[in-house]
């Protein structure tokens, strides 16, 4: 009988050692047998440290799970459970009507932003790629992008009111040379002004993730291909572009991410705005009402689908893009 | 140079709108050096709630650092040294934060802790599980690079060789060659507690940010320049954080990805 037990345990311990995350052994294995610690403890060890380090992950899975999983999935419950019975009667309010404009409004603006800021970002890493001149442009561009990747929000918000509001120092400045802002029709508030302000952050974050593979494409391809008699344009097409494009897609999906969910921004520039994360905040402050609420679930749920989608599909860029990636 | 002109000029106008004392309106080239003072900001500063908010967003950020750390770094370590099958795992889940953002979360909080626990809500603090959350994806990967970069595996068998014990390893051979990488950490989760506006402001929370919003209503210049003034500081940690990570040779994606 001991002995059976015990084979069980290394049994388990070599299949642990060879898949460690499925630590399902029996629970009483874990006390040592009366007649033979020694053994039973070396069995214990053995298993006890893949086990161990499975075990470590519990208080953050804990941590995640409570903080993070548990209202999502409740949101997400909720919103294909409107009136306590399966439907989709609130998935389908959210995407019509005068919300249908907000997903078309997110929709475009994070698209456009993804876009212009994707190119902008890409030729910016083009462009410094060839420049080892000035010594210290790397490094500072490098770093500046680091800090305005992050700048979003409320700060940034307010400058650009002071650069380009009806009342900015540029929208006078730009007046003074002749061309009419405000009477062109251009503002903040619109999704126009907005896709302007969202670059400031958009064109530095694509630079930090193109980069890497703009240092990839090595020198010594380029001079392969005109030996083998290949022009620029072709040179571009097949050697340059196949590579550049997974990370230049998988950033640009960051972008886009990154777009669809930024808030304080566009909250600052126009509050009452018909953008996805502006109605979420209108319907959850606004209606105590069940079936609003649920209205309220099911934005959520779009959001969250949308860009999980976006996340996957980025990744699965981003592992394409590693392969000849330099950092 | 455009680009760069269309990154500078934003700050420049709100310099100007802060700290000049000169209406847009009567504004030009004889007038521009006109009215020039920092009074604003100095108004600004005078403020006590200016001081409560700073003081609440500050005590976030310690927080949200500190239970950031205790969760990530034994994790990273581990998957480090250890178990490189758990590698994997943090960094599927520490992605999870892109795809829920404050505003997605802020309603499921308010739907689950709202009934359960609504006690939890009613402190300031009860923001600094989620500010932790969000700033996983940096702390993560900064903790990551750091670790790979100085092979910690073979410093840890190298030391473990030697004959030290595992306090000895983690306190005396692990914990100096990580300090890079842990104020990188640090700071980049302190610049995203400070400029989290989404959940604080919807869970009625006075932080840095949302007191900037409300106080910029009711003076225009002094809450500009103010603005301006956290705009600076912030990019000024921001940029030393890099310039650290550089020094370290450490190639520390800041983007989170």
């Known amino acids: 009988m001991t002995d059976l037990r015990l084979v069980t345990t290394t049994g388990s311990a070599s299949s642990l050692d060879a898949d460690p995350v499925g630590g399902s052994s029996p629970e009483g294995s874990r006390t040592p047998e009366p007649g033979r610690p020694g053994r039973a403890a070396r069995a214990r060890r053995r298993w006890a440290r893949p086990r161990g380090s499975t075990l470590a992950l519990l208080p953050f899975l804990a941590f995640v799970g409570v903080f993070l999983l548990w209202p999502t999935l409740t949101v997400v419950v909720q919103s294909v459970t409107p009136d306590g019975a399966v439907g989709t009667q609130a998935l389908m309010r959210a995407i019509s009507g005068p919300y249908r404009s907000a997903f078309q409004n997110s929709l475009t603006l994070a698209a456009a932003t993804a876009v212009l800021g994707g190119v902008l970002g890409l030729l910016l890493a083009l462009a410094v790629r060839g420049m080892s001149r000035p010594a210290w442009l790397r490094p500072a561009l490098d770093a500046w992008c680091s800090v305005a990747s992050q700048l979003g929000g409320v700060p940034l918000a307010f400058a650009f009111v002071a650069a380009l509001g009806t009342q900015g120092a540029l929208t006078k400045l730009l007046a003074a040379v002749g061309i009419d802002l405000v009477g062109s029709g251009f503002s903040l508030s619109t999704l126009t002004g907005l896709t302007v302000v969202y670059l400031y952050f958009q064109v530095p974050l694509m630079f930090l993730v193109v980069m890497p593979a703009v240092t990839g494409l090595r020198e010594s391809w380029r001079e392969a291909a005109t030996l083998m008699g290949a022009g620029p344009v072709r040179y571009w097409r097949t050697v340059a572009a196949p590579i550049l494009l997974p990370s230049t897609l998988g950033g640009m999906l960051l972008l886009f991410i990154n777009a669809f969910s930024a808030y304080a921004t566009a909250w600052v520039l126009n509050s009452s705005g018909q953008l996805v994360p502006l109605q979420i905040r209108f319907v959850l402050q606004g209606n105590v009402i069940t079936g609003e609420q649920d209205l309220g679930y099911a934005l959520v749920t779009w959001t969250v689908a949308l860009l999980l989608a976006s996340l996957g599909l980025m990744s699965l860029l981003q592992r394409r893009a590693a392969r000849w990636s330099r950092g | ?257």
């Open chain 2, 1 to 257: 140079m455009a680009l760069g002109l269309f990154f500078v000029v934003p700050q420049l106008a709100m310099a100007r709108f802060a700290f000049q004392n000169v209406p847009v309106a009567l504004l030009d080239r004889g007038r521009l050096l006109e009215g020039w003072s920092l009074d604003r900001l100095g108004q600004a500063l005078g403020e006590p709630a200016l001081w409560e908010a700073t003081r609440t967003s500050v005590v976030l950020a310690v927080l949200a650092i500190a239970l950031n750390l205790a969760l990530l770094l034994p994790l990273a370590v581990l998957a480090e040294i250890r178990a490189p099958h758990l590698r994997p795992v943090l960094t599927a889940i520490t992605l999870l934060p892109w795809v829920i953002p404050p505003i997605a979360l802020v309603v499921g909080v308010a739907a689950t802790f709202r009934a359960v626990a609504p006690w939890f809500l009613a402190s300031p603090l009860s923001l600094v599980p989620f500010y932790a959350l969000w700033a996983m994806p940096f702390t993560y990967r900064a903790l990551d690079a750091g670790l790979r970069s100085i092979h910690a595996r073979t410093l840890v068998e190298a030391a473990r060789s030697l004959g030290a014990s595992w306090p000895t390893v983690l306190l005396r051979v692990l914990a100096p060659n990580l300090s890079a990488s842990v104020v990188a950490a640090c700071g980049l989760t302190a610049a995203a507690v400070l400029g989290e506006f989404a959940f604080a402001s919807l869970l009625l929370k006075e932080t840095l940010p949302t007191y900037l919003v409300n106080y910029q209503r009711s003076a225009p210049q002094a809450g500009m320049a103010l603005a301006l003034a956290v705009m600076v500081l912030t990019a000024l940690a921001l940029g030393a954080v890099v310039q650290l990570l550089r020094r370290r040779g450490l190639g520390v994606s800041t983007t989170g990805i």
